[in-house]
């Protein structure tokens, strides 16, 4: 649905035709929490989008499709899971940036089968996914985790109360890194 958002209805059907996915147009895997989604089928997705938009242009639609992915995830489960911005708003910037970054990861960690790690320093968080839908058995000579990255620049947003972060993909298990690790700067964007 963040894809179609992105791309058009047209857009997502060449995307889902060029990754060998056609069965899934109009057919879109079900809102639930069931193990049922492939991490091939999404990194096939990504190499499609790069494929077909060139890499710069493949990494923005992945960037904007991962930050739409936040706003519907957290419209379809953010009740069920009981998150909400409320919960956030009397926090100390530092504290709901954690407080977020590990409950965002915990939600991976028992609703999929990615495996998140954070590490924290006086000014940097680093996300590091130890096993990867987003690059799932590829190889690539620079990080290609865009999507996880989109994913990540929203929720900060989101926990913030619209402020913006740098958030940078630094290693990635396609290059043959151990993790894909995403750092974030905890002071924002001016
Ligand atoms: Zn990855």
């Known amino acids: 649905m963040a894809m179609e958002e992105v791309l058009g209805r047209n857009g997502i059907n060449v995307v889902l035709n060029l990754s060998e996915l056609s069965r899934l147009i109009n057919s879109y895997p079900p809102n639930n929490f069931d193990l049922q989604f492939n991490f091939s089928d999404l990194s096939k997705i990504q190499t499609a989008l790069e494929d077909l938009y060139g890499p710069l242009g493949g990494r923005g639609v992945a960037l904007r499709s991962g930050r739409a992915s936040f706003k519907y995830g957290l419209r379809e489960f953010g009740p069920l899971l009981g998150i ?20 965002f990861a915990d939600v991976f960690n028992r609703f999929s089968d990615q495996r998140v790690r954070i590490e924290e320093t ?12 987003v690059c799932w058995g590829r190889h690539a000579d620079g990080p290609v985790c865009h999507l996880a990255v989109g994913i990540l620049q929203e929720a900060l947003f989101w926990v913030s109360g619209g402020k913006h972060f740098p958030v940078e993909e630094t290693h990635c298990i396609a290059q043959g890194e151990l993790t894909c690790t995403i750092e974030i700067v905890k002071k924002p964007v001016e």
């Open 84 to 103: 909400t911005d409320l919960a956030f708003r009397l926090l100390p910037l530092n504290e709901k940036l954690s407080t977020g970054l590990n409950f």
């Open 122 to 133: 006086p000014d940097r968080f680093y996300w590091h996914i130890e096993c990867c839908p």
